[in-house]
């Protein structure tokens, strides 16, 4: 089936330690996506890729860091610097099209930083 | 700056009660228009999107909604709700020559009683 994958599902770390949560996708779409989402406050995009070996800074990219080495993957790294990394994590991605973009998500990853 | 706000952040109804859920946005230029819903433990999935043409957009589940560029806005609407519309909705939006960036609001929580 075609799709996003994100895991795992549920991801627990020490404070002070980097984290990498993985997205992969085979529904062959040029663009990715990371959102942090936070009760009441929807979806923040964090880092985003229109084609591989580029990405560009989202609203909120301090404390993260991401890769675009592949087509189909988009792993983003939460690290030490990261204030607040406690939150549902979401990856999306798109086909590019002149009509505009749709993007799918993924399930998400929760990450509790303790 | 670019911006999406929904006006209720927790909507609670009675099954068959009519739904409206309010989304305005502030951006310049051609917009492309999204509502996405969560169900409890699933992904996030679109329920419909507005890119051009006629205003007024069905989506899924006997959702649609209607773009009003004069106001801004791109309400959500439902004539009759089923206890299996409880979610959170998103309203999104995003421009051409944005890289596909979306904009989230806040979110509004259905709650819909039996």
């Known amino acids: 089936d075609g799709g996003i994958t994100q895991s795992p599902k549920y991801l627990f770390r020490k404070e002070g330690q980097n984290v990498t949560l993985s997205c992969e996708q085979n529904l062959n779409h040029d663009a990715m996506y990371w959102y942090r989402q936070d009760p009441g406050q929807g979806l923040r995009l964090i880092y985003y890729s229109q084609i591989v070996n580029d990405f560009q800074k989202g609203d909120i990219a301090e404390g993260y860091s991401v890769s675009r080495e592949k087509k189909e993957s988009f792993p983003l790294t939460v690290t030490s610097a990261q204030k607040n990394p406690t939150a549902f994590y979401l990856c999306?991605?798109?086909?590019?099209?002149?009509?505009?973009?749709?993007?799918?998500f993924g399930p998400g990853t929760r990450l509790t930083v303790t | 700056a670019q911006s999406v706000s929904q006006h209720n952040h927790h909507v609670i109804l009675s099954e068959a009660a009519s739904l409206e859920l309010g989304c305005n946005y502030s951006y310049g230029g051609t917009v492309n228009l999204f509502w996405y819903v969560q169900y409890p433990g699933q992904h996030l999935q679109l329920l419909l999107k507005?890119?051009?043409?006629?205003?007024l957009v069905k989506g899924i589940k006997g959702f649609e909604a209607e773009f009003i560029k004069s106001k801004f806005s791109f309400n959500l609407r439902k004539p009759s709700v089923q206890w299996s519309d409880t979610a959170e909705y998103f309203c999104?939006?995003?421009?051409?020559?944005?890289?596909?960036?979306?904009?989230f609001g806040q979110g509004t929580e259905l709650s819909v009683k039996p």
């Open positions: 999306a991605s798109s086909t590019r099209s002149t009509a505009g973009y749709e993007q799918y």
């Open positions: 999104a939006a995003t421009a051409l020559g944005q890289g596909g960036k979306l904009i």
């Open positions: 507005y890119f051009s043409g006629d205003p």
